[in-house]
Nanobody, 126 residues
């Protein structure tokens, strides 16, 4: 059974940090591009960061550059999103998605991704 499970969300003060995990079961996450997206109430799901299969090329949305990092743990079949210097506007439900390897590298377009987790809530207070 193919499954993605996000964890690590929570309530944090502005300026704080959280590390989100996206754990896969039923397939090898390293064979896929993995993207992190977020969706606030009443808004579209937007891309945050992605990491390509294999060589691990990385892309970030402008809004999180310099604050967020993304990485893989191959042994744990997991992708992490380290979020530092969090801002109130980062408050959202965060989702990870897995999609087929894209020539040229991963892309922050939600339609590319076939498998999704259930999401984890991140709330940043002022």
């Amino acid at each position: 059974q193919v499954q993605l499970v996000e964890s690590g969300g929570g309530l944090v003060q502005s300026g704080g940090s959280l590390r989100l995990s996206c754990a896969a079961s039923g397939f090898t996450l390293d064979d896929y591009d993995v993207g992190w997206f977020r969706q606030a109430p009443g808004k579209e799901r937007e891309g945050v960061s992605c990491i390509s299969d294999g060589d691990g090329g990385i892309t970030f949305a402008d809004s999180v550059k310099g604050r967020f990092t993304i990485s893989r743990d191959y042994a744990k079949n997991t992708v992490f999103l380290q979020m530092n210097s969090l801002k109130v506007e980062d408050t959202s439900v965060y989702y990870c998605g897995a999609g087929p390897p894209r020539p040229g590298g991963c892309i922050l377009v939600k339609e590319w991704y076939d498998y999704w987790g259930q999401g984890t809530q991140v709330t940043v207070s002022s």
